[in-house]
């Protein structure tokens, strides 16, 4: 699952890594994260942003969940780009079955473009083509090991975004 972070405040002056969610970021993180176990995606692992935010949405939506795993958090996320995102997920354990990655724009929405092969959902491709929204969640079907990302055939398969 490649994840945007949900709705942040304004930069204010402040360090970019040390935006907050709103009141609007935090319901679209509870409203996704139910969307994301009623479908069965519940993640074993998760590679987070060190950004504020990015960490606030992981925490959400785990909570919205009832998730109880820790977050590996990536300063690569936070400043990377599409290769970084894949070189991570390439590093989840193979027992792993679902992995989650919050990170930013346009990283993450590039991310699952390039990741939409064969048998991907046409009208995901077009919307994640566009940008991901706040909050949005593009999953990904992997059908080898997660060395394999980026090399071997996968599927965009689902894209989820809150309603809030």
């Not at 935006?19 to 679209?28: I, P, S, V």
């Not at 970084?84 to 993450?108: D, I, K, N, W, Y």
């Not at 929405?109 to 969640?137: E, F, I, W």
């Amino acid at each position: 699952m490649l994840v945007r972070h949900a709705k942040a405040s304004g930069g204010g002056g402040g360090a970019d890594a040390e935006r907050a969610l709103t009141e609007l970021g935090y319901e679209q993180c509870r409203v996704v994260a139910r969307e994301v176990s009623g479908i069965g995606l519940d993640p074993e692992a998760a590679l987070v942003s060190t950004a504020r935010r990015a960490k606030q949405t992981f925490n959400a939506m785990a909570a919205a969940a009832g998730w109880q795993i820790e977050p590996d958090l990536s300063a690569e996320l936070y400043d990377g780009y599409v290769e970084e995102v894949l070189s991570a997920v390439r590093e989840t354990p193979s027992q792993c079955a679902t992995v989650m990655v919050v990170g930013h724009e346009p990283t993450m929405s590039a991310a699952a473009y390039k990741l939409a092969g064969p048998g991907s959902m046409p009208d995901a491709v077009t919307r994640v083509r566009r940008g991901l929204p706040t909050a949005g969640v593009a999953v990904i079907q992997v059908n080898g090991p997660w060395e394999s990302v980026g090399y071997e055939p996968t599927a965009l398969r689902w894209l989820l975004t809150p309603l809030a």
